[in-house]
């Protein structure tokens, strides 16, 4: 009998062991939020990216809000009829796609932001450091509206993640698309020529010369799991996301309507037709 009692005991003990260590192993796994928001390229960086992100900072993604700035680049604003003493820092037509999120949840906010209800400055706060917001970051090429839902699945899976894992929230594939959000968009003033995306997509963030001893363990593509995704084709790859048109009304972009490629309320993506 005791022996019975001993043995049924060893056997509970183990049962709570096994459940406790499972309960620590899930709250380890962040929850994903319920809503898209942008996070800047910063949240990028540190412990999961960082060669990519210093790779960025050097590349003209990681410096597209500094060219808004009087004097700079002026013999391009002349070529296309802008005037290069001006400060086109707060100008909607430019903030668009010279910074990540504008008019959009947890996007980029300019100097002069302020809260309707209590007034408070609200604009995003610019680190000459770590840029992250104010210029053209991951979330403008990887994402639809924000990267804070797939970014916890990253973490989750520690970078193991199927290309529909990561889609479901947000994450487009259709790059050579995206890319056309901006550069070859009507409304860009720079409308001189079409981007050659083959040859532009290799100076993005060209990382392997920024692999230091400290972030060589961030090198996704080396892991072997980047290749895996690749043999696989996402919805997004199959079938372009649609891209948005706008429309600056009393000082303010507004998109219009039906040409988001998602809508957070119905949680659904739209495709060209």
Same mark, same amino acid.
Not at 71 to 90: C, F, H, I, N, V
Not at 236 to 253: F, M, P, T
């Given at each position: 009998? $005791?022996?019975?009692?001993?043995l049924f005991?060893m056997?509970l003990?183990?049962a709570f062991v096994?459940?406790?260590v499972s309960d620590?192993?899930?709250?380890r796994?962040k *929850?994903?939020?319920?809503?898209p928001k942008?996070v800047?390229?910063? /949240?990028?960086?540190g ?7 210093q790779a ?5 993604? =990681?410096?597209t809000f500094?060219?808004? /700035?009087p004097g ?5 604003k002349?070529?296309?009829?802008l005037?290069?003493?001006k400060?086109y820092?707060t100008d909607p037509?430019?903030l668009r796609?010279h910074t990540?999120g ?5 996007? !980029?906010?300019p100097?002069?932001?302020?809260s309707k209800?209590? $007034?408070?400055d609200?604009s995003?706060?610019?680190?000459p450091?770590?840029p992250?917001k104010?210029?053209? =970051?991951c979330?403008m090429?990887h994402?639809?509206a924000g990267?804070?839902? !797939?970014?916890?699945?990253?973490k989750?899976? *520690?970078g193991d993640? *199927?290309?529909?894992e990561t889609e479901?929230? $947000?994450?487009r594939?259709?790059?050579e698309?995206?890319c056309n959000r901006?550069h ?7 409308g001189?020529g079409?981007?050659?995306?083959? /040859?532009?997509?290799?100076t993005?963030?060209p !990382?392997s ?6 972030n060589? #363990?961030q090198?996704?593509?080396k #892991?072997g799991k980047?290749k895996?995704r690749?043999?696989?084709?996402a919805k997004?790859e199959?079938k372009?996301?649609?891209?948005e048109?706008?429309?600056? *009304?009393?000082?303010k972009? /507004?998109f219009?309507k039906?040409?988001?490629p ?9 495709y060209?037709?």
């Amino acid at each position: 009998m $005791g022996k019975t009692l001993k043995l049924f005991c060893m056997i509970l003990i183990s049962a709570f062991v096994l459940v406790a260590v499972s309960d620590n192993a899930e709250a380890r796994k962040k *929850k994903i939020p319920k809503k898209p928001k942008y996070v800047g390229a910063a /949240k990028c960086n540190g412990s999961c990216h960082d060669p990519y992100y210093q790779a960025w900072v050097k590349s003209p993604h =990681g410096k597209t809000f500094n060219i808004l /700035k009087p004097g700079e680049r002026a013999d391009a604003k002349k070529k296309d009829k802008l005037d290069p003493e001006k400060d086109y820092t707060t100008d909607p037509q430019c903030l668009r796609c010279h910074t990540t999120g504008y008019r959009q949840r947890g996007g !980029f906010k300019p100097a002069g932001s302020k809260s309707k209800k209590s $007034g408070k400055d609200t604009s995003t706060k610019i680190d000459p450091e770590e840029p992250s917001k104010e210029q053209v =970051g991951c979330e403008m090429c990887h994402s639809v509206a924000g990267g804070n839902q !797939f970014r916890v699945v990253m973490k989750n899976t *520690k970078g193991d993640f *199927k290309k529909e894992e990561t889609e479901k929230y $947000g994450q487009r594939w259709d790059y050579e698309n995206t890319c056309n959000r901006c550069h070859n968009h009507p409304k860009s003033p720079h409308g001189d020529g079409k981007l050659d995306y083959a /040859k532009a997509k290799d100076t993005v963030h060209p !990382f392997s010369k920024y692999i230091t001893e400290d972030n060589a #363990d961030q090198n996704i593509v080396k #892991d072997g799991k980047v290749k895996d995704r690749a043999k696989t084709k996402a919805k997004s790859e199959e079938k372009d996301l649609r891209i948005e048109d706008w429309e600056i *009304k009393k000082g303010k972009l /507004k998109f219009s309507k039906g040409t988001k490629p998602y809508s957070s309320k119905k949680k659904k993506f739209y495709y060209k037709k």
